[in-house]
């Protein structure tokens, strides 16, 4: 009989789900705590805000009264400006192009135009040298050449040069009211500085295309005039501008680095804290005070969360590590003799509880009658059967009353396992009726009974589930 025991059981996830269902007063005292610990760690979170706001209040109010000397006031200002200037110039010299390039190694490209109108020389020619600001071309120039940049320090790669030849005998007025020499003809001389040959001729192409599509349009506008390309070309060389540039700008940030260190280095004390306050940390100090924008809502979800899922994870072991016997459907999977009928004798439940017991149900055989019971017990011919239960119970009773109907001198007392007397009438008995009730029996239980009677040679006539 020993060999026939189910040492591991199946666990049912509707069974599982019933059992939380059934402790659903504890859930509700659960989420009453957890939406206690969301409002207090929410409470906790906004008195650590408020105090943090009251101690900033208390800094600005200490700043607001302070005095500083006009001197110190003086420095103080000299420095920051120094310091602003520093941050200009060091956010200059890491994005502009210009600085990334070595100046004895540049690749420059020229694209010259011969440009002859008569008495709308001049006038063309400023046509073509305003061409260069047009809003779009650093975006053009950049497509072309592949550049990551801000346009700004596009226009730092691109010129343009103007070289007229005057005819001095004849003048002309200008807007200030006096006279000039008329322009004859212009060279216009476009140019592009960049560190690759490729880029470069990128770029010079979107002005050559930028040039002729302007010198169409005035052709249309102004009457024909001569217009010719003198060719265009890219050199690698030493761009001595370039070399200038980049040193008078690093010499720039040196110079701004050591005036703001040296006021800075004048002040001590609470002079230095009052110029970090209102000077480094002037963009803080002018904002609008802070609010504490955390939700109470959020915070009471996650403290219900939280304990909900503690909640669910202590039952869910206490389910699993339980060893009362739950169901009828596990006793009958366990059991290694006959379950010969599974009867309802406690009062049914009301209300949620009710529900939840008629949830538990669904999909389940119908409850057996006592009736059924005594007649099955009968027809085997027993004459004087034993009834055993864990526990008597209201159920267990009302089960002893029905059978002693039939049986009107029928023992009735707990497992033999324990209780000598018990063992005594299952000596005597004609077999014994084990009575299983969920919740209240163990396997442990039932496995000393079994043994014992296996032992003792006490034929056991069933298992009894006692609902």
């Known amino acids: 009989m020993k060999e026939n025991y189910r040492d591991e059981r199946e666990l049912s996830i509707r069974d599982l789900f019933v059992f939380l269902l059934r402790h659903w007063r504890s859930l509700l005292i659960v989420i009453v705590l957890g939406a206690a610990l969301g409002g207090g760690l929410y409470m906790a979170k906004k008195a650590s805000f408020d105090k943090s706001n009251a101690a900033s209040a208390v800094q600005e109010n200490w700043v607001e009264t302070y005095q500083v000397s006009p001197e110190l006031k003086q420095k103080m200002d000299l420095a920051w400006e120094n310091r602003q200037a520093y941050e200009r110039q060091r956010s200059y010299n890491q994005n502009s192009l210009v600085m990334q390039m070595d100046a004895e190694h540049v690749y420059t490209g ?49 010129g343009c040069d103007t070289n007229a030849d005057n005819d001095a005998a004849v003048s002309i007025a200008t807007e200030e009211g006096g006279t000039a ?26 002005l ?10 005035l052709q249309t506008e102004y009457g024909v005039y001569t217009c010719e390309k003198l060719g265009s070309s890219v050199v690698l060389g030493v761009n001595s501008a370039y070399l200038s540039q980049q040193k008078t700008n690093l010499d720039y940030l040196q110079a701004y680095s050591s005036n703001f260190n040296s006021f800075e280095s004048q002040l001590t004390g609470q002079n230095l804290e009052y110029y970090q306050i209102t000077y480094l940390n002037k963009t803080a100090a002018q904002a609008a005070p802070a609010v504490f924008s955390a939700s109470k809502i959020k915070y009471l979800i996650a403290g219900i969360f939280l304990m909900v899922c503690l909640w669910g994870v202590v039952l869910v072991l206490r389910y699993v590590l339980d060893r009362h016997v739950k169901t009828a459907e596990d006793l009958a999977a366990y059991a290694p003799v006959p379950m010969l009928a599974c009867l309802k004798l406690r009062a049914p439940k009301k209300g949620l509880d009710g529900v939840i017991e008629a949830l ?6 119908e409850y057996d009658t006592a009736e059924y019971l005594i007649e099955t017990i009968a027809l085997r011919g027993i004459q004087r059967p034993m009834l055993c239960v864990s526990e008597m119970d209201a159920a267990a009773q009302t089960l002893c009353d029905k059978l002693r109907e039939r049986w009107p001198e029928m023992p009735a007392d707990r497992y033999p396992s324990r209780s000598a007397a018990a063992l005594e009438k299952a000596v005597q008995s004609d077999g014994i009726l084990l009575a299983v009730q969920p919740g209240i029996t163990t396997y442990s239980e039932i496995e000393r009974a079994l043994e014992l009677c296996r032992l003792q040679e006490i034929p056991i006539l069933g298992f009894l589930c006692v609902e």
């Open 110 to 158: 020229k694209l010259k135009y011969y440009i002859a109108a008569g008495s709308n020389t001049r006038l063309i020619a400023e046509k073509f040298n305003t061409l260069l600001s047009d809003g779009g071309l650093a975006e053009e120039l950049k497509d072309a050449a592949g550049i990551e940049s801000e346009a700004q320090y596009i226009r730092e790669l691109i």
């Open 181 to 206: 020499p008329s322009t004859k003809n212009v060279v216009v001389t476009y140019t592009v500085n960049y560190l690759d040959e490729n880029g470069c001729r990128s770029m010079l192409k979107v």
């Open 208 to 217: 050559e295309d930028k040039a002729d599509d302007l010198d169409e349009q």
């Open 360 to 365: 538990s149900r669904v999909g389940c055989e």
